[in-house]
């Protein structure tokens, strides 16, 4: 085994995970740590985890899968290096608290995995595999994501997180629940035997120098009511459970499991999971699926301490010994007894653990520097660059704690982007920080920020990456990573950190933002969608904007197969940075239907600029910017609407208000205050936003004045909502109970149950081409009992599955109407779906 290359490629893999703290991970002796300010308590934390080298994976298909207690209770609780594989990102969910959805909801369920592990002490990592919505089997799923590549991504991270144990959240039954699920499962068990075979996979031996890793058991971690099949005794137990009580207290850390466990999963916010804390005993279960047994703990027969590496016993005592007299009120006095435990540790050779070692090279720093009380920082002036630009750095370096007689010297900084280092030089004193100015330049090929699985085009069941090692890292590396090395004692300590911007916010207070690379211009196209009737020629509004002045060049709009776009270019000039130039073009669809995408490019002093730009900000996740290539849908389609007005009360966000602005209706947002049946007589329609009646507390006082205003001669359109969290019983005018009904086959066959009515007649006579081209799913949440006043529009269904009639539900309620839908508008209106559309329309002119 190649060590070295295994190590090398190790780090790459995981030079992200360097920036989060002492809880990441390190592969490689040469890795920087980066600073972290711990208590004294987590100081003395880290000392005792640096005792353990047990390593866990737990393995699941989504955010929100992982069981965040059992993390808590071996990061926090063991000092084991604890890892979640989530094989997707989740961007085929919902999202209770925006519109974002698709590849912006992936980047929000991504960074909310990321202040979760920050909390629980785990190491995140993702498979290529897309959520590509949910699934009721696993060979659905299979066939979706690519079963092969996702397997080796599986068997990759095993054999670069090397766990001595597995652990999946999900059964291998089929059937049972989401299909995401289950194959979760099936991928770990295949992964758990393939890691170790040298003919699985071999590019990653010998393209990517890594090496293979047997695993030695997995198991099933699950609730007894869940466990299904298997061998069980004669008293009815199961011969393979075992069971953990995960339900402890760290009085380090000043809580239990179950309380770190809450925080944790209260970040996945997008999914609505705040929890509460479980304080006290809990058990979780297990079986053993594969591997050598076990009968008291995971990690029966595992060595977990120092004995386990060749001439490390005495490291292992020396530890205890450090950390037996950590004295937490004077943490720096410990910085004798650690510097010659690295000494040590450096000289101990690595052998077939060089992952754990460099690991616990970099833990130990970790530990050196919070005693130490050290801070660095990089800080520029803006946090945008353009490629090729020149940084204006200051840097700082300042130590508060050092016991007298021992030296801390600022060598060296390094920019490994650039290749240019500085040479600061400075003695540290106590609590007087040291400064330094640098410039240091963004090399031009340095491509925009964005994140990595979506540079390119992927499929719908998996992501693309170019890079094999970046395969699995949580988000993109450093835009420009800095490296500050100290010499102490005689010995170089190297420290992370990264060029950022520091705001001063007069609400947030400081605020933190990592330096991005942008272009010289963004474009955009005012409108994301456009609706065209057949032939017709619209003026459409492209959007320049300088990050840098000055800026001039062309940009034109490229037009797809069919579709026509005038003028051929225009020119434009910005003299600042910030500034923007609206250009106008006249676009031409085809006279039959059609559905395409404009794209946007720009020519400025030789460079060529085609993204637009994206920012995510939520006060519970670090702000996210995508620049994916610019581009606007255009759908040619014969759309008629009765009406003009309709009142829209939002829910947990979507993008169906402004969809039915582009019908051609006024649409006006709605409030608590606006929900009186004189205020909504003014609409031609009422529509609910998705999950309104989950998320509005005011709902249930308002539901009376919508029954009125549609006995009286409105419209009010609910859409889908879950069984979960209702906060009225008032569902509709009449007796209607919502189910977890859905058909996620979004081809599949739609049945006209009555086909005269206006909801499928009028003004759009809709037919089997209105059901093709949908994304994702039909429905969800379906009715599945209703008052005999409601008529049931439509059926559909899952292949193998019943009918489901409560997709689209019309009561004739007075002299107005009452529509509750389960169907996905909220996906397929801001997709550009034309019967939809089409439906929709129908659905808002009833009664006209």
């Keep these: 085994m190649d060590v070295s290359r295994l190590a090398r490629t190790a780090a790459r893999f995981l030079q992200v995970l360097t920036m989060g703290g002492l809880t990441a991970l390190s592969c490689a002796h040469a890795q920087p740590v980066a600073a972290e300010a711990l208590p004294a308590g987590a100081v003395l934390q880290e000392l005792e985890a640096f005792g353990q080298f047990g390593r866990i994976l737990y393995v699941a298909a989504h955010p929100d899968d992982e069981n965040t207690r059992l993390l808590s209770y071996f990061a926090k609780g063991r000092g084991f290096r604890t890892g979640y594989l989530s094989l997707t990102r989740g961007d085929g969910g919902q999202n209770l608290i925006g519109s974002e959805l698709r590849d912006n ?113 997995i198991a099933w971690n699950s609730f007894p009511a869940a466990m299904r099949g298997g061998n069980r005794g004669r008293d009815g137990g199961d011969a393979l459970t075992l069971q953990l009580d995960t339900g402890g207290y760290n009085p380090l850390l000043g809580e239990s499991f179950g309380e770190i466990a809450a925080r944790s999963r209260t970040q996945h916010k997008s999914q609505g999971f705040g929890s509460v804390a479980i304080r006290g005993s809990a058990l979780d279960y297990f079986r053993i699926v594969a591997g050598e047994p076990a009968t008291r703990d995971l990690f029966d027969g595992v060595e977990t301490g120092w004995k386990r590496i060749p001439g490390g016993e005495e490291i292992g005592i020396g530890a205890k010994a450090v950390a037996s007299g950590f004295d937490p009120r004077n943490p720096s006095a410990s910085l004798p007894g650690l510097l010659a435990l690295r000494a040590k540790l450096a000289a101990l050779p690595v052998g077939r653990e060089a992952v754990r070692l460099a690991d616990k090279r970099q833990q130990l720093d970790g530990v050196i520097f919070a005693c130490l009380g050290i801070f660095v920082e990089t800080v520029v002036p803006s946090a945008e660059v353009a490629p090729g630009e020149k940084l204006d750095l200051r840097l700082r370096a300042l130590i508060r704690n050092r016991p007298a007689g021992l030296a801390v010297r600022w060598t060296t900084v390094r920019f490994p982007a650039s290749g240019e280092t500085l040479t600061p030089s400075v003695d540290l004193a106590v609590n007087q920080p040291a400064e330094q100015a640098a410039s240091a330049e963004v090399p031009k090929d340095t491509p925009v920020s964005t994140p990595y699985w979506l540079r390119e085009p992927g499929t719908e069941g998996l992501f693309t990456v170019a890079d094999p090692n970046s395969i699995g890292r949580p988000e993109n590396p450093p835009v420009f990573p800095v490296e500050h090395s100290f010499e102490i004692a005689g010995q170089t300590l190297v420290l992370a950190d990264r060029a950022v911007q520091v705001i001063d916010d007069p609400i947030r207070g400081e605020i933190r933002r990592p330096l991005q690379v942008v272009p010289p211009i963004t474009l955009s196209f005012t409108q994301e969608l456009e609706l065209f009737a057949p032939g017709a020629t619209r003026t459409l509004s492209l959007d320049v904007t300088a990050t840098r002045g000055p800026a001039a060049g062309n940009v034109r709009v490229e037009a797809p197969q069919g579709w026509t776009s005038a003028p051929a270019s225009r020119a434009f000039r910005l003299d600042d940075a910030g500034t923007r130039g609206r250009f106008v073009f006249s676009v031409t669809a085809p006279k039959s239907a059609s559905i395409g995408k404009l794209g946007a490019s720009a020519e400025i002093d030789g460079a060529h600029c085609q993204t637009t730009r994206i920012d995510i900000r939520y006060d519970h996740i670090p702000a996210q910017l995508l620049q994916p290539a610019a581009q606007a849908k255009v759908v040619s389609v014969e759309l008629a609407i009765l009406g003009k007005t309709v009142g829209y009360l939002p829910g947990a966000g979507d993008l169906v208000a402004e969809s039915i602005g582009r019908m051609g209706y006024t649409v006006t947002i709605l409030g608590s205050a606006d929900l009186t049946v004189d205020r909504l007589k003014t609409f031609d329609a009422v529509v609910l936003g998705v999950r309104a009646l989950n998320t509005r507390s005011d709902i249930g006082a308002s539901m009376p004045a919508l029954f009125a205003y549609a006995e009286q001669g409105g419209t009010v359109i609910c859409q889908y909502n879950t069984t979960h969290d209702l906060q009225t019983e008032a569902l509709a005018p009449f007796p209607l109970t919502l189910s977890r009904d859905r058909v996620v086959d979004e081809n599949a066959p739609v049945t006209l149950i009555v086909p005269d009515h206006p909801a499928v007649t009028t003004p759009n006579r809709l037919t089997d081409a209105d059901f093709a081209g949908w994304v994702q799913e039909r429905g969800l949440y379906f009715p599945s009992a209703w008052d005999d006043r409601f008529t049931p529009i439509l059926s559909c269904a899952d292949e193998g599955e019943p009918a489901r009639k409560g997709a689209l539900l019309v009561a004739k309620h007075g002299r107005g109407y009452f529509v509750y839908t389960g169907l996905s508008f909220f996906r397929e209106l801001p997709a550009g779906v034309p019967g939809a559309y089409r439906l929709f329309a129908n659905l808002i002119s009833l009664g006209k």
Excluded: C, Y
């Design 105 to 217: 909801l992936g980047v929000i369920r991504t960074q909310e995995l990321l202040a979760a592990r920050r909390i629980d002490g785990a190491v995140q990592f993702f498979s290529r595999a897309n959520d590509f919505g949910f699934s009721k089997h696993p060979d659905e799923t299979f066939r979706i994501w690519d079963r092969q590549a996702v397997l080796s991504d599986v068997v990759r991270t095993i054999r670069i997180f090397r766990p001595d144990v597995m652990v999946t959240r999900f059964s291998v039954e089929p059937g049972i629940t989401h299909g995401h699920h289950t194959a979760s499962a099936i991928l770990a068990g295949e992964a758990f035997r393939l890691a170790a075979d040298p003919a699985a996979f071999p590019e990653q031996l010998i393209r990517d120098g890594l090496s293979v890793w047997q695993v030695k058991r």
